[in-house]
């Protein structure tokens, strides 16, 4: 069972029917459909594009079996918590992604993430952080994903983005690139993170994932098998690349099948 942990509708070019057809060609069972709603998009570097979480759900409508909602709801909409609970009544499966320009610990989304431990909804968080020359930022640092993991134990979270995976290797800090290349040094925040918090999960989808592994290949081989009950296969992108990678790598079939799909299956079991 292939589980695509990251995925978007009407992204791309690409329909949910189309996304189906993508899916059936890579052979991928399941994916789940992130929203991206942010009230703070003019602040943005021009990139946003909102992805509403009545899309997903709309989405999931038309392919109840192959396609899980995410429903992203930004905590400073009208009616956030409502809103949320309402969409989990509609089949919403998980809360995601989030890619605000908010700190990942605020407040006003720790009580979104008591809600989502609640009504058993892990949430996908998106990181970036700005580089010299650069305005762009959403979520804060890793630092504020940890504070937030932390803060809410119940809660099931999941790193993503140029901002969560150059914080792989030990020399985040140093490197002025947005998917920084050159291979893992030992001191990377997230195999603390990964090793310390039981509910903080990492999403490999998007160059940023691709590339933290690609960058190293000794390093991934064993990152991957080392935290291979912590980590989801995922795309962000239309293409097969993630899924060559990790099938190119030569790891053992348990492990394999535990990124690809098992740990997502257990995050999101069938049935609710
Ligand atoms: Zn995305």
Redesign the pocket.
Known sequence: MIVDC?T?VDWQGYSADDAVRHMDELGVDKAWV?S?ESMDAALGPGTYRYLSPENCIKAHNAHPDRLLPFCGVDPRRENAERTLREYVDRGCRGYG?I?VRMMLDNWDLIHMYEVCAELGLPVLV?IDVPLPGTRMWYGGDIDALERAVVRCPKTTFIG?GPGFWREISGTADRSKKIYPDTPVKPGGKIRKLLAEHKNLYADL??NSGLIALRRDLDHARKFLTEFADKLLYGT?IYWSEHLDFLRGLGLENGVLDRILGGNANKLVPEKR
Do not use: I, L, R, V
């Open positions: 990251h978007h992130q991206w992604e890619k998106h993503h989808s998007a962000d």
